[in-house]
């Protein structure tokens, strides 16, 4: 499996094999509008053991929701993947769009906690809904909260403040909430990462020191939103 960064690139890549006699399959928003995971998830059900070639893009790949027979499989992602995204909400009457789903799980230390689902059956129900204007706003970060291959943290304080105590201001800037949704190892599970200088990435650094991250570290990520 070939997972590329762009549709230009898959072109250029299933170019190449076909110049060496092998015709690969392809699936991407291009091959299959707005189907592109679900065609994929069917796709690795029914695939051969040996002999396949399959060519997906990063945005496919980090989101399926299921990987059948992911041992049959060798995973050759191409360039390094971007290791964080921040989720930034100022939410002073509307912070039940969160607390109607999202909860502290566990704290990193003493500043820093990561984020699950109250009910994760009931949110990806949510997500499936007829499409609202509102919803789309948060449906990025529940897809992560959601995911297997994401961690999403946030500072305890910053949550405690305005999520459980609701002590909003008028200086608007204390009253945001930033979400740190982060890459773990599972997504690169036999996995060949292509990439220059890999062990000078923060995905090398992270996953590398996994969980152990410091409240340094999210404030880095942070920091480019504030």
């Known amino acids: 499996m070939y997972v590329a960064p762009t549709l230009a690139l898959i072109d250029e890549i299933k170019e190449r094999f076909g110049a060496g006699g092998v ?10 509008p707005k189907t592109a995971k679900a065609a994929i998830v069917e796709y690795l059900k029914e695939a051969p053991e040996l002999g396949d070639v399959l060519l997906i893009c990063w945005n496919s790949y980090i989101d399926l929701p ?12 191409d360039e390094i993947p971007q290791l964080d995204v921040c989720h930034l909400f100022a939410l002073p009457r509307n912070i039940s769009k969160i607390t109607g789903h999202l909860r502290l799980e566990r704290q990193i230390n003493d500043r820093v906690a990561f984020v699950e689902a109250i009910d994760p059956g009931s949110l990806q129900s949510h997500l499936e809904c007829v499409r609202d204007d509102v919803d789309d706003q948060f449906a990025p970060l529940f897809r992560d ?82």
Request: aromatic letters at 12%.
């Open 23 to 32: 015709v690969p399959r392809v699936i991407t928003s291009s091959t299959h």
């Open 66 to 77: 299921f990987f059948a027979n992911q041992s049959n499989w060798r995973v050759i992602i």
């Open 145 to 226: 909260v959601l995911s297997n291959n994401r961690d999403v943290f946030i500072e305890i304080e910053d949550w405690n403040r305005l999520v459980e105590r609701s002590e909003f201001t008028t200086d608007e800037k204390q009253n945001e909430l930033y979400f740190i949704s982060r890459l773990n190892p599972q997504a690169f599970r036999q996995t060949i990462i292509l990439g220059a200088n890999i062990e000078q990435s923060k995905l090398y650094h992270w996953l590398t020191g996994y969980h152990e991250m410091g409240a340094s570290s999210f404030h880095d990520s942070a920091s480019r939103l504030k």
